[in-house]
């Protein structure tokens, strides 16, 4: 790869990071967002087709957590066979930010899998989904199936 490939590909990288935090705010403020490992299981397992877009986050706490690596393997085989575009964030203290750092109950929020509910006509609806989506095609065009995403500093 050439060095204009590589400053390419970072410069792309910081617009999905953008463009992932608008949607995940945008989603949110619509109620288009499940958080939560076990939250965004039972709505994949109930009805796939509502889902539109995944994200699964981890940091280096979370890297040796066997059970929570098994979630995502698994997670990451149903997207692909539901045709979900899927993302890797590698900063979940961010995503916490971003959604709010808490439940409603106080309890730190579990942000390791997000889904995006599918838009429809009198519901969600968002560009950035749009933009997520051609960014994970061009990825899976590169043979990077599960693309990670830094997202932006505040």
């Given at each position: ?148 995403i830094t997202l932006p500093e505040r």
């Open positions: 790869m050439t060095l204009e490939g590589v400053r390419g590909q970072e410069y792309t990288m910081q617009l999905a990071g953008k463009t992932l935090e608008e949607l995940l705010v945008s989603a949110q403020s619509q109620e288009c967002l499940t958080v939560g490992v076990y939250e965004s299981a039972k709505v994949m397992n109930v009805d796939p087709d509502c889902v539109a877009f995944c994200v699964l986050a981890t940091d280096e706490e979370y890297e040796g957590d066997i059970a929570l690596q098994i979630h995502f393997t698994l997670i990451q085989a149903f997207c692909f066979d539901n045709g979900i575009d899927i993302v890797r964030v590698n900063d979940t203290q961010r995503l916490a930010e971003i959604l709010g750092n808490t439940d409603e109950s106080g309890e730190p929020k579990d942000v390791h899998c997000i889904l995006v509910a599918n838009p429809s006509a009198d519901t969600f609806e968002d560009p950035a989904l749009e933009k997520l989506s051609l960014f994970c095609e061009e990825c899976h065009s590169f043979n990077e199936w599960v693309p990670a």
